[in-house]
Every structure is written in structure tokens, then in C-alpha cells.
């Protein structure tokens, strides 16, 4: 998928888990988050053809990406702790972002390593590489919540983020 989608699917998955705590922040990290995967077009495996088929590799595998989310989330409570924002509650935000990422593009033609380093590409087939009818309506939520013109403060209404947060589902995680 494109990264667009990518960091759209990002931020409505950091923003579900967010819950009530869903906000600006969360939506960035989460979308930040949703294109990680993709960087590994950064690198050069030596000739197109080979960037083409190495791409969606180990960046996409749960054996890898499992991994790497334990880490960010260890390095995360570890400078920023938080009561709310738990080691356990960090690690199930950032394996989900990262996850569906991997799931979105097993969706395409294109396809996915999901289980590097065991070779074979898991395909779908079921939706294009680009797709406005399943980007926009992640991107009009989005825009919906950011630019609400009521804030949750004390006292008064909720606002639209908040609400879309709540809509969109409140896991409520232990610590």
C-alpha cells in the first residue's frame, strides 16, 4: 500500500487502542508508526529487480516486527513513563500499528513476507496498491478529530476526536 494509507491505517489503529487518551500525539506516533515498515526501500540490494523482491521482507515479518515493538516500547516507558501509557499498553500499540501494516500490504498483489525468514509471500489479492475508497474515509476521520472546534477541557463537551476515539473502540488494558 501506499504510505499514505499506510500511515492513515496507523493512526486509526494508535487511536483506537488510545482510547479516551487519544489525541494529536498518539494519531502522529501512530502514523509515524504505520511507515515504518516501508524504509527498507532505503536500502540498495543491488539492482532493481532485487530492491523490487527483497522489499516487504524482514521489515514486514512478525518475526521481526514483534521484536522490534518490545524494544520501542521498552525505550518509550523507559524515558517517558506514564501511569496510563504502560510498558504492556505501549507494546499492544505499536505490534498493532506495525502489524496491520504488514496485513495491509499482504492484501495487495504485491504481497508480503509475513513470516521471515521462512521464504514465500502471502498474497490476497483483495485490494488495489492505491485505493481512495478505503484511504479516504480513514483520512476524513482523521481530519474530523483534529480540527473539531470543541475540546474535551473540564466541564465541557467532548470533542470530536474524543468522540470518534471512544467510537472507534476503548480496549481497556491493565497495567
Not at 496507523?10 to 489525541?23: E, L
Not at 543491488?46 to 514483534?66: M, P, Q, W
Not at 524515558?79 to 500499540?93: A, G, I, K, N, Q
Not at 504481497?111 to 521471515?116: A, E, F, S, V, Y
Request: a neutral charge; proline letters at 5%; charged letters at 15%.
Amino acid at each position: 500500500m501506499d504510505s499514505i494509507t499506510q500511515a492513515a491505517l496507523g493512526a486509526t489503529v494508535a487511536g483506537a487502542i488510545a482510547g479516551k487518551r487519544c489525541n494529536a500525539k498518539v494519531l502522529l506516533m501512530g502514523a509515524a508508526l504505520g511507515t515504518l515498515p516501508d524504509l527498507d526501500v532505503m536500502l540498495d540490494y543491488g539492482d532493481a529487480v532485487e530492491n523490487t523482491i527483497k522489499h516487504r521482507g524482514f521489515s514486514h515479518s512478525i518475526f521481526v516486527l514483534l521484536p522490534f515493538s518490545w524494544l520501542i516500547s521498552k525505550l518509550y516507558t523507559r524515558f517517558r513513563p506514564d501511569e496510563f501509557w504502560t510498558m504492556s499498553r505501549v507494546f499492544f500499540l505499536t505490534a498493532s500499528v506495525l502489524i496491520t501494516h504488514a496485513l495491509l500490504d499482504a492484501m495487495t498483489t504485491y504481497g508480503t513476507q509475513l513470516i521471515w525468514p521462512i521464504q514465500g509471500y502471502f498474497s490476497v489479492n483483495n485490494i488495489f496498491i492505491i485505493d481512495p475508497l478505503y484511504t479516504l474515509p480513514l483520512i476524513a476521520a482523521i481530519i474530523v478529530g483534529l480540527f473539531s472546534s470543541k475540546r474535551g477541557d473540564s466541564g465541557a463537551a467532548p470533542s470530536s476526536l474524543s468522540r470518534l476515539c471512544i467510537l472507534v473502540g476503548d480496549l481497556p488494558l491493565s497495567k
